[in-house]
Structure formats: C-alpha cells, structure tokens
C-alpha cells in the first residue's frame, strides 16, 4: 500500500456557520479490490474509490459534494450510511465512531440518517405500496398499527402529497411524485441527517425546482442536515452552504458557495465551472477554460497532484509534490501548489 | 485468455472428477457387487475372500481412490455379461451415437438459427406465428412419442425409411429428426427472443442509421450479438441432447452407447452402465467447454476482461 | 424490421397488413389461457374424480375384447371410447387414472424444485461471495450432468416408484430456478430500494421477504409452469424405460412403452398416451408463456 | 399590422438569422404510438425548417416527443410508433416517397445520427474500426477523394480527435470511455460529410467538462463541413450555448419556435418562460427557485385544448376548450401555440424597439 503523503489531514476547521459539528470524516479512504475469476492468482492494484478525504458538516447545513462521474462521491454516502466499510479513516456522526457502532447505538444511528436516492423508479420497491415503503424506516424500529400509518399520513401531506396515496403503488405515480414519496420515507423517522445522492438529476427540469423547494423547506421546519451529493454545480450551488469539489477520490477545494463561485481557487474547480453551460446566448462566446484528456483510471492514480496531467497551468513541482490541503482564508480550503 | 481458457479447462476436469465419484457412490447404493458374482450356494467365507480380491473391503474413500485411478486409465472392469473390459464394450458403440448425435445437432441447428432469426425479423407475420407454434409444439412433445410416431407414420403406414438398425442415410433420418426436434425447438425460440432484444438496441439503430442494406444489420450486427446466449445454452442443449439418446436410440434399435446403457441396466452390468456413463458424461463436460471457446470467439468482452 | 420504415406523407399508412383471418385464432390463444386451462382442468378433475368418471375398471383384463380401437374407427364401440389394449384393459380408464401420476408428480417436484432453488438462489445472490461461490458451483455441477442420462442410473439403483421419481426430478430441476433466481437477486440486491432498507436498519430476513421475495416471484412463477413440461416429459421418459412408475401403477409413460409392441396393428395405444403427455406439457408451456406476458408489463406494451 | 402576404406559414421558414438555402422542412409531422390502449400522440403537428449550417435545439422534457420527432426524420420510429401525416423534405426530395434502398442511400451519406447512450450506441462485439468503416464500404460515392476506407476511418477519427486513432482501429468499444464512444458515434455520424446531423441528447450521459468538448467538437465540424444540426436536449444551458434556432416541445406540440436570442430574451409562451426562470443558475443565490406546479401530461390521456393548461399560470378559458393554432411570431419562420401570448405579443409590439435581425451566432 503506497503511504499517504498526509494522513489524517488538518481538519477543516471552519467556524461553524449554523451549529456545531455533526459529521465528521478524516482521513477516509475506500479502495476496491477486484474479487473472482479475474483476480485469481494476480494482484491488481485496488480502484481508490476515495484516498484519503476530511471536512465536517455543522449541524442545520446544507453540505454539497460535486464531483464528475469517478469522483468518488456516492461512495463516500455509502460509506457515511454505513453500507459500505471504509478501507481506513473515520467517521464520526455525533462524535460516534459510525463503523464501530453495535447494538442500540447503531439502532439510534440508522434512526437519525437516511437517504434519498437519485431515481425514483429504482429508489421505491415497486411491488409494495406507498404506506409501507414510507413506512419501512419505522417498521424495522418496531412500530407497528396505528401509530405507523399515522406517522406516514402525516409525513405524506409533508411532502405535498395527498395521503390517500398510502394505499397507492409507486408506478401510480409520476417521476416528480415519486421523488416526493422517497422524500418522505427519509424524513419519517425523524432523523437528523440525509444525505441526497443526486436527488434531482433523474427528474425533468420543470420538476426540478419544486424538489429543491420541497427539500429546502422540510430543512427549515424539520431542522434537518443535508449532506447534498451532485454532479451539477448549478444545482449544488443554489441548495448548498458550503461545498467541496471532489477530483479522483480527493477533495481539491472547499468553500462556502457563493465564495466557490465567486472566486474559485483550484483550476478544477475553475474549469467544472467554466464548462457549464450558461443558459443565456450572449454568453456563448465567453471563453471556456479548456480541458484536455480525461479522467485517469482511480486504480492508477497520477503522481503528485492527481489534477496535474490536465491542469493548465501545472508547473513542475505539481508531478512531485501532491498540494498540502491548507486553509486559504477563513473557511476556504484547497489542495493546490499555485493557489 | 489464456488464463480464462485454464481455468475453465480445470473447472471441467473438476466436475468430471465429481461426476466419477457421483458415478461410483451410485453403484455402491446398488448394492454389493459380489452378490451378483458368485453362485447361490456360495459360502460366506468365499464372499469375504472375494471381496479381499476386489478391494471391496476397503473403506471406501480408498476404493474410491482406486476407481478413480483405474477409470483414469479407462479400466472399468469386465463386462459381466460378455467378459470383454468394459471399456472396449463402450468404445466400440461410440461411433454410431456420434453419428447421430452430430447429425441431430446439425439438423437442430439447419433448422432453428435460420427459423428464429426470419420469425423475429418478421415478427407478427405468418412466418413468426409457425416458429412459434413450432418452438412451443417441439418443446412438449417428448422424444419416444415423436420417434415412435414417425416410425409409425413415415416407417409402418408409407414405409419410407427403415424402422431401425443402422445402416446408410435413411437409417439415420428418423432418429437423428427426433433427437434433433426438442432442441431446434428451444433453440428456435432462444434464438428469435434473442434477436427481438438486440433489434430494438441502440447500436442496430446507429447500423440502420448509417445507411447499412438490411441484410448487413441483420447479420452482422443483430445476428452476431444475438448468438451469445444461443452459444451459451448450446452447451446445455448438447447435453440434453446426448441424454435423449438413450432414449431415441432405444427406440430406433441404434447400437450406440444409449442403447447399451439400457441393455446394461436391464442385466445389472454395472462395469458397462459406469464406463459408459463416465465417458458420456466427459464428452458432454467437454462439449460445454467447447462452446465456452466459441463463446470467446463471438463476445470480445470476455476475451479481453477476463484476461 | 420493415413495419419501422413506414412514412406517410398525407396518405393513409398501413403498418402491418391487415391481421389475417388466418391467425385469429393463435392471437385468441395467446390472449386467453383457454387451452391451458380446459387441459388442466381436465386433468385435475381426472385425478380427483379418477373413479367417478372412468367408465371401467383400468386394471380389469377382459382378453376377448384385445386391442379394440376407438369409438371413431373403423370397429370400435362406444364401450371402449378410446379402445382397449392389449390385455382388454379401458384406455380411457386407463388414461383417467394415469392422471393421477402426471398431478402427483407435477405438484410434489415442481413446488419442492422451485422451493429449493428460489431458497438457494436467493442466498447465494444476495450474500455473494463464499456463500455464493459454494453454491453456484453445486448449480453449475448440476447443470453440467446430463439429467435424464443420470435419472436412468439413479432410478435404476433404487426402488422404482412415485417417491424416487419425485426426488430424482427434483435432483435435477432445482438449479435452474437457483440459477435464475441468483441472476434477479444480484440485479436487485444493487436496487436503491434493497439499500434504503438496508440504511433504514432492516436485517437480512426483512429484506428478503419484503424486497426480494416479491421481486422474484414473478420469475419464478414463470419458470414453474415452463418447468411443468420438463417434469412431464422427465417423469415419461423415465417410465417408458421402465425406470419409472411401474405396474400396476397406472402412468401414460408406462402405457406408452407397453402399447410399442402392439405399434403396427394398435396404432392408439402409442398415440393417446402420447398425445395426453404432448397436451399437459403443452398447456404448461402455453399457461407459462401467457402467465409471462401478461406479468411482465414491459412485455405486453410492446405486444 | 405588416403586410400579411410577406408572412409565410408558421414554421415553414427557419426564425434563425441568415439566408442559406433551406435543407429539411418538416410540416404538420403526426407520429403515434399504437398501444393496446389505443394511439398515443407522441409528436402531433410539428413544423420547423432547417437551413444548410444552422443548429436547431429541440428542447423538452421526458414525453415531450423531441426524440420521436428526430427518429421520424430518419425513418426510424420504434415500433409501435408510426408516422401518420405529415412532409418530410430534406434536400427537397420528399421522403415519404422514397424506397427503402433510396433512403438507405440517404441514411448515413447525407443524414447522421448520434444517440444519447454512449454505452449501447456501438455494437460491443465489433471492432471500432470495422464500425466506422461500415459507413465508406456502403457509401463509395461520399468517401472522400482519395481515400482509402481505412484512410477515410483514420481521418474521421484524427477529426473528432481520437487520440492515436491507428492504433485503436483494432479495438473494441469496451476499451473506449463514454466521451470517446460518444466520439466514435459522431466520426459515424460525420464520416461522409452528411448535410444533416441528428443528435439525439449526444451529451445528456457525459460528465460537464466532456460535454463541454463534444459540444466544441459539433460546432467546429458544422463550421468546416458547414453541417446543419438537428440538437435534442432537455438542457437550455446548452442550447444557448450552441443552437441558432429553438423548438420547444411539450407533450407532442411545438409550442414555441424562434432564433435563439429571442426565446432567451423574449419568451412568450408560458412554458418557456417557466422553464427558463425555474433552471437552477449560477451567480445568484435564490432561497426559494421559481418553479412550474403540477406534472407533465399522460400522452395517453391529454385534456382538451392546450396541453399546458393545467399548469399554465397565465390560464384563460379558450386554452381549455380548444388547441391554439400557431400565431406567427416576427417576420421570419417563427410562432408560438397560445392565446395568451397573442395578446401579450400585441402589447409587446407596441412597445418593442427591435434590433434589425438580432446576432446571427456564427
């Protein structure tokens, strides 16, 4: 195993902008190794999935992670969800080691986080109806009868939905309705933390931003913590507080959002938001910061700065060294030499 | 690929291995051999004696070992009906069921590729509607009915063909349709489904786009992609195929193996009934491994992923 | 592939030719489980009532009245509507109380099979590794053995009889719902739903009765009634070889091998019993095919 | 008012700037899926026109029938899709009076296509080279001079800058990531420098940084082979990064089509201004996004009169009664399907300052 230039990196000790500190993940790192007929008898370098990645999420925040297909950023959900064993590093939800709770502590874990994923048709079990698919998080708790149908009509009219759609099956309902009701299985436990992996990205755009809507709104009255998982900026950067830019299972820069889209410092994150396309035709002529190749194999990850065979403006140093992940200002975080 | 290609190559000798030893605990159930060697009037201490000589009185993983190490050497033991090694006796049927065997699958195969891909490049028409009926008809008619049948009609009332035995081409036609008929007729249907799935992907539509005649998307882009779950059941076909020969040859009085292997049961010849269903077995294990490099020849992904 | 290419500019467009006469009836067969459901329930009423409806005693031999054809041929009587065979025996009685094997043997294997094989494929899919490699080789050995070849080894080891058929056909059938079965769960073990749940807390019990059960049912519903033919003609073959239900048991497949001898001059003998089999499979391919079409909703749109 | 004789039929010139002669010219297009629940509606009375060089954006969402259209075009509907009515005139030939071996003649020489699904898009078990050199071994009148097939491959694939395209003729798309399929998809959809290209969302699958060079990579071909584009996308961020002209769809209809300028700075239906002001944008924060209330439409089930009604804020009673016919918008081949805007297109006139013939993006 190649030894980490950086373990445990500094944390990003950012003051809290609504609360205190509710997640917190240092160091965290998932390889895959491959398994079956293909690895017999071979050692093959592990896909580094995510290498060694640290920043907290403030409790009341709404935290989003971009990255390009690659990135490593729904692994990095499973990992937080506790559906997937970190190869090393830790997290820790209310100062509790997630991948060390047992028991009644990993009972009240699985209370306080759930997860909206990012297509509904594959999010919602198609051969059960709605009251019991909102209703799973609590039936595994044990609640049973009355109790629970009432959690689950009240959770329904939440999320805009009438809450005769109980009785209803998921394929009743239109794309849109449908990411209500995964809306309203994450919330109906009560939990502290969701994380929404991509949770518009499978919708028409007309639906979009009643979405966002919704999820804004159930943050404020419900007191809820995002951790918002994207690969459109456009849409993190309207949802979120903060953001972090993931490039090949790293984090190359973390920032409050309007900061990260006034002045972005790493030229990932510079380039990801030159190329999206803005839509006003006067702008078409803007110069685009070009990007050459394509992301390289996360199993054989580039030396030093893992951006630099396709960053501008790399110089030398940047195939040697990998950047230090330093503080720039207040709460601006970046891993890069020429920043 | 290479790789792939041992691997393969072990996983079939280990299930020949397994089918070896299936093979002997089955004939240990049947009961004591020696009982069927020696007179009536046998006393018990001649049992015991007889039994020493055989190796009977091993513990059986040893007697295993042993079977195994002569079987490998493709000593089975002796015939107990004709005295001849076992082996011999097998051997000398396996050219006719070849015979037929391959006859079969060539007809399944004249039949059920050409059939499937017209049914399914017409779906709904007429054509369509006779390869499915056939498909579905082939499938529920059972193998000793549809020889039986034939005989009947095409051997008894017309007398066409002889109604057994082996000898030229038309000793061969009847049997080798019957053995043929359930396989083209599931193949036929794997082969139209197969082909509906690829017809309606995104790549047959880029061929299409790209101005191709028709027969060209057919062929070489629907046809090509189609064949990779038709070649992966084959394997399993030929397998039911040589299975079914028992039967098809009992019926048409073929002397091949089939035939013996029921003569055999029928006298208790257990020497006989184990080579042969050994070597059945290993040939039908070999012809899965077979398909498997057809199947590398069609679908570059496993040629290359798993190397 | 033609009927894509239609385009009309301000003139009538015909896709398909108008569907022809000709196949409104095979159309009305793949609609309606008609032919499925008359056989099966033929057959079931068969084996329950066997005794209420058979006109005659199978069992009674009555020589003088030998190789009787049909009520409909030339010779025959209504006494014997289906004839009588070679030792004067009913063939519709015969025929009646033969069913009682084909419904025996059908229910027993293909529940256990499909029991079995759902059961093992389901774990091996979703726990994967170990469990599933042990498993998975044990489907592929099965596989590989040429069911029919070994059915005739095993039977001719044991004692001949209903118990032994049904274990040997269920020897021999389990894997290929293990096989399919593993196949669906490993697609929908990487469903978002199976991972809620498993982020909501649920254990491994839950999540295969609440999520995979019902996700496979269908497939395996499927499979068990295109698996009834394979079973029919299995336990056939076996009982034509002599190998499987003996006498006095009545099966179709042991009447069949009897009546062969008699082919040239009873030409009934060999083709009822054979048509009664060709029929109940064919009702089970034809039930499975509809039962297919009409669960999987992707399929009947495009139909 | 203007004299009316100058003004053509709605749709039947194209609303973007510039006087290149006209290529394709689709007019009142019907398609219909024919179901067991009887014909859907998928793209019901679609007209535009496209010129030699210009890109149109088909914009829409999921149903909307952007994709159905494009396939119509190509003679490629899906089954149980059928085109009922309608011209289609490309290159002024009428292609519903062509054979299938004219329009195969067609298909590949002069028309391309480039579908959405890099990953399905190319047959897995062919190699790459074999795929695009399909297109010269069945076109040997469009190969370019001097070329032989395999020189024709290497150039296409140098011009859509496949990396050391020599040596990957040999390989098999499995060894290509998506951005590069999807290059491959358009060196097929170019090679022998067609007139028309049809992209059906070629970069909805792709990640922004590769979408942004696929989009380069459309422009700079249509600037050197002077190709038009036929661009499906749900995505008005791209359109207005590359289109010169814009149809939005909604549930079958046309329901506004003009230059692009005008329907980012003018829209009038109100679903395209909807649209417009509900896309999540970067630069200000908003704490609650605009957004369009209800849901798209079942095709199978469309209410009477205008699709959008139901959710349309600017509603009045003859958009539930009746379908509004196409109302001409400016002076070129542009029009809006809506009673509102009619009135508010009055208003606007009134009041407008037009800017001669606006940017012509080139």
Redesign the interface.
């Known amino acids: 195993m190649v030894a980490s230039t950086r373990r445990g990196d500094a944390p990003p000790a950012v003051a809290p902008r609504r609360g205190d500190v509710i997640l917190r993940i240092r160091g965290l790192k998932k390889h895959f190794q491959a398994h079956g007929?293909?690895a017999?008898g071979?050692r093959r370098p592990p896909i580094r999935a995510v290498d060694g990645v640290s920043f907290d999420i403030h409790r009341g925040e709404n935290f989003g992670l971009v990255g390009e297909s690659g990135s490593g950023k729904t692994t990095i959900a499973k990992l937080v969800l506790r559906l997937d064993t970190p190869t090393e590093g830790e997290i820790r939800f209310e100062d509790a080691d997630v991948h060390a709770l047992s028991g009644r502590a990993l009972n009240a874990f699985r209370k306080a986080t759930h997860v909206v994923f990012q297509d509904p048709n594959s999010s919602l079990s198609p051969r059960m109806r709605v009251r019991d698919i909102v209703g799973e998080p609590l039936a595994v708790q044990g609640v049973r009868g009355k109790a629970l149908a009432d959690r689950v009509a009240e959770v329904l009219s939440l999320v805009g939905l009438n809450p005769q759609a109980a009785e209803r099956y998921p394929h009743e309902f239109s794309g849109g309705q449908r990411q209500r009701i995964a809306v309203a299985r994450a919330i109906v436990a009560e939990p502290q933390l969701i994380v929404l992996d991509e949770p518009v990205s499978a919708l028409d755009v007309s639906i979009r931003a009643q979405i966002l809507n919704l999820l804004r709104d159930l943050q404020d009255r419900l007191h809820l913590t995002y951790l918002t998982i994207a690969h459109d900026l456009a849409v993190v950067y309207q949802a979120c507080d903060r953001i972090g830019v993931m490039y090949l299972g790293r984090l190359v820069e973390l920032a409050p959002s309007e900061e990260l889209y006034r002045d972005p410092a790493h030229p990932y994150a510079k380039i990801l938001l030159s190329a999206i396309p803005k839509p006003d035709p006067k702008l078409r002529h803007a110069e685009r910061l070009p990007l050459t190749g394509e992301i390289p194999s996360p199993a054989a990850p580039p030396p030093g700065c893992r951006f630099h065979p396709r960053c501008p403006i790399a110089v030398e140093r940047c195939s040697v060294d990998e950047p230090e992940w330093r503080e720039l200002r207040s709460g601006h975080w970046v891993a890069c030499h020429l920043a | 690929m290479r790789?792939?290609l041992l691997?393969r190559l072990l996983?079939s000798l280990l299930?020949i291995l397994?089918?070896v030893m299936?093979?002997f605990l089955?004939?240990r159930?049947?009961?004591d051999p020696v009982t069927l060697l020696v007179t009536f009037d046998a006393s018990q201490s001649d049992i015991n004696r007889l039994k020493q000589e055989l190796g009977l009185a091993d513990p059986l993983p040893q007697q295993f070992v042993r079977f195994l190490t002569d079987a490998a050497r493709g000593d089975f033991g002796i015939s107990f009906r004709t005295n001849r090694p076992a082996m011999q006796e097998v051997l000398s049927r396996v050219p006719a069921s070849a015979q037929l065997a391959g006859f079969a699958l060539l007809i399944s195969l004249a039949i059920s590729i050409p059939l499937g891909v017209l049914a399914a490049?017409t779906?709904?028409s007429?054509v369509d509607?006779i390869a499915r009926?056939f498909a579905?008809?082939g499938?529920?008619?059972?193998?000793?009915?549809v020889g039986?049948?034939l005989?009947?009609l095409f051997s008894?009332r017309f007398g066409w063909f002889p109604t057994g035995g082996r000898g030229g081409l038309d000793h061969m036609f009847l049997p080798a349709l019957t053995l043929g008929t359930s396989a083209s007729a599931s193949l036929t249907r794997l082969t139209r489904s197969a082909m509906l799935d690829v017809?309606?992907?995104?790549?047959v539509?880029?061929?299409?786009?790209?101005?191709?005649?028709?027969r060209?998307?057919?062929f070489?882009?629907a046809l090509?992609?189609a064949l990779?779950p038709v070649v992966t059941i084959l394997g399993?076909r030929v397998?039911?195929l040589?299975?079914?020969s028992?039967?098809v040859e009992?019926?048409f009085a073929w002397p091949g193996v089939g035939r013996l292997?029921?003569q055999a049961?029928n006298v208790s010849d257990f020497p006989v009934?184990q080579a042969a269903?050994t070597l059945?077995?290993t040939s039908?294990?070999l012809a899965?491994f077979l398909t498997d490099i057809v199947y590398m020849f069609?679908?570059?992904?496993i040629r290359?992923?798993?190397s | 592939?033609s009927?894509t290419e239609v385009l009309g500019a301000r003139r009538p467009v015909v896709l398909?030719r108008a569907p022809?006469p000709?196949?409104a009836p095979?159309r009305f067969v793949r609609r309606y489980p008609l032919f499925p459901a008359i056989i099966w329930g033929a057959v079931i009423v068969f084996a329950i009532a066997s005794p209420l409806i058979a006109p005659a005693d199978p069992f009674r031999q009555v020589l003088t009245d030998r190789l009787q054809p049909p009520a409909w041929s030339e010779g025959g009587s209504m006494k014997h509507v289906l004839g009588t065979d070679h030792l004067g025996r009913d063939v519709f009685s015969r025929i009646v109380y033969g069913s009682r094997v084909t419904v025996t043997v059908v229910l027993l294997t293909v529940t256990a099979s499909a029991a079995t094989g759902t059961f093992v494929g389901m774990l091996a899919g979703y726990f994967g590794g170990t469990v599933d490699a042990l498993l998975m080789r044990a489907v592929?050995?099965q596989?590989?053995?040429?069911?029919?070849?070994?059915g005739?080894?095993?039977s001719?080891?044991?004692e001949p009889g209903l118990r032994n058929v049904v274990v040997i056909i269920v020897l021999f059938t389990w894997a290929s719902f293990a096989r399919l079965v593993r196949a669906e769960v490993l697609s929908l073990r990487e469903r978002d739903y199976v991972l809620l749940a498993r982020a909501a807390g649920a254990g491994w019990v839950r999540i295969f009765v609440k999520h995979l059960f019902p996700g496979v049912l269908n497939t395996v519903m499927v499979l068990a009634t295109l698996e009834v033919?394979v079973v029919?003609?299995f336990e056939?073959?076996l009982s034509?070889?002599g190998?499987g239900i003996v006498p006095p048991t009545v099966s179709w497949?042991a009447m069949?091998a009897e009546g062969?001898e008699y082919?040239?001059v009873a030409?009934w003998l060999?083709?009822i019993p054979?048509l009664a089999?060709?029929?109940v499979?064919?009702a089970?391919?034809?039930f499975g095919?509809w039962l297919r079409d009409t669960l999987d909703p992707h399929l009947r749109r495009s139909a | 008012m203007q004299a009316p004789q100058t003004r053509p039929e709605p749709g039947t010139r194209s609303p973007a700037a510039g006087d290149s002669e006209v290529l394709l010219s689709v007019r009142h297009l019907r398609t219909h899926f024919f179901t067991r629940e009887g014909a859907v509606p998928a793209v019901d009375d679609v007209t535009f026109t496209v010129r030699r060089g210009e890109i149109l954006g088909i914009v829409g969402e999921s149903g909307s029938g952007k994709s159905v259209t494009a396939r119509s075009i190509?003679r490629?509907v899906?089954l149980p899709g059928r085109i009922v009515d309608g011209d289609v005139l490309f290159r002024d030939e009428d292609l519903a009076a062509l054979s299938?071996?004219e329009m195969?003649?067609?298909?590949?020489?002069h028309?391309?296509?480039v579908?959405q699904?890099p990953m399905?898009?190319?047959?897995?078990?062919?190699t790459i080279g074999n795929q695009v050199g399909?297109?010269f071994v069945?076109?040997p009148e469009r190969t370019p001079q001097g070329f032989s097939v395999r020189g024709a491959v290497l150039d296409i694939l140098n011009r859509v800058r496949i990396p050391d395209a020599a040596r990957r003729l040999i390989e098999?798309p499995?060894?290509f990531s998506g951005g590069m399929r999807q290059r491959v998809?358009i060196a097929?959809?170019t090679g022998c420098r067609p007139e028309l290209i049809i992209a059906d969302e070629p970069t909805t699958a792709l990640d922004v940084t590769i979408q942004a060079q696929v989009l380069e990579l459309l422009l700079e071909l249509r600037n050197t082979l002077g190709v038009s584009v036929l661009f499906i996308t749900h995505d008005l961020g791209v359109v207005a990064q590359i289109c010169d002209s814009v149809a939005v769809m909604y549930a079958g209809k046309i329901v506004e089509y003009n230059d692009v300028e005008s329907i980012f700075d003018r829209p009038r239906h109100p679903y395209t201004r909807a649209l417009l002001r509900s896309l999540p944008q970067l630069g200000t924060r908003m704490a609650r996004l605009p957004s369009i209330e209800g849901q798209p439409p079942d095709l199978g089930a469309l209410p009477p009169g205008c699709a959008f009604a139901p959710r349309c804020p600017s509603v009045v009673d003859a958009c539930r009664a009746q379908v509004p016919e196409p109302t001409p918008l400016g002076e070129r081949g542009g029009y809006v399907r809506c009673f509102v805007a009619d009135d508010e297109l009055q208003a606007d006139r009134a009041a407008a300052t037009r800017s001669g013939g606006g940017g012509d993006g080139r």
């Open positions: 007929i293909a017999l071979r | 790789r792939y691997l996983q299930t397994l089918v299936v093979v089955i004939a159930i049947a009961g490049v779906r709904g007429l509607v009926f579905l008809v499938q529920a008619a059972p193998n000793f009915w039986l049948m005989i009947f008894v017809i309606n992907s995104d790549f539509t880029m061929a299409r786009a790209k101005g191709l005649p028709r060209t998307v057919i070489k882009h090509r992609n990779i399993v397998g039911v040589i299975s079914g028992v039967i009992t019926i292997i029921i049961i009934v269903i059945t077995a039908i294990v899965n069609i679908d570059p992904r290359y992923v798993r | 592939m009927s398909r022809s000709w196949l095979w592929d050995f596989i590989a053995l040429p069911a029919l070849l070994f005739v080894m095993l001719s080891v044991l033919s029919i003609i056939s073959s034509f070889l190998l497949g069949l062969r082919m040239s030409w060999v083709t054979g089999i060709f029929s499979a064919l089970g391919n034809l095919d | 190509m490629l899906p299938q071996g195969q003649r067609l298909r590949g020489a028309m391309g296509m579908l699904e399905t898009s190319l047959n897995p078990v062919l399909e297109l069945y076109h098999y499995m060894h998809s097929m959809a």
